[in-house]
Nanobody
Framework: VQLAESGGGLAQGGGSLNLSCAAS????????MGWFRQAPGKEREFVGG????????YYADSVKGRFAISRDNTKNTVYLQMNSLKPEDTAVYYC??????????????????WGQGTQVTVSS
């Protein structure tokens, strides 16, 4: 499984960005997909995720109400819509895939495949 993020860039505080993650693989609709981010000098952290079977979404408290995750199984793509961006959202954003199970884990080690990441920079 290969994952490729796109859509990162520079945004002003209060603005929006929409990240995409395109996945290879014929069973994408069954994958649990997660989004993580890593800010300079910090550990990578869970942002949110979406299950494959039900499309249920889960978010970290820091982004709840501002970010939304969705997926289009016909395009093998998962999205991260980021609104009301803050400078503290500046980070490299990664998508990850878990190819078995239905729950959305927050621990990195439970994911099987990772994208290369895309930079998001939010100015104040």
């Amino acid at each position: 499984v290969q994952l490729a993020e796109s859509g990162g860039g520079l945004a002003q505080g209060g603005g929006s960005l929409n990240l995409s993650c395109a996945a290879s693989g014929r069973s994408f609709s069954y994958y649990v997909m997660g989004w993580f981010r890593q800010a300079p000098g910090k550990e990578r952290e869970f942002v949110g995720g979406i299950s494959g079977s039900t499309g249920s979404t889960y978010y970290a408290d820091s982004v709840k109400g501002r970010f939304a995750i969705s997926r289009d199984n016909t395009k093998n793509t998962v999205y991260l819509q980021m609104n009301s961006l803050k400078p503290e959202d500046t980070a490299v954003y990664y998508c990850a895939a878990k190819i078995s199970g239905i729950e959305v884990p927050w621990r990195e080690r439970e994911y099987d495949y990772w994208g290369q990441g895309t930079q998001v920079t939010v100015s104040s």
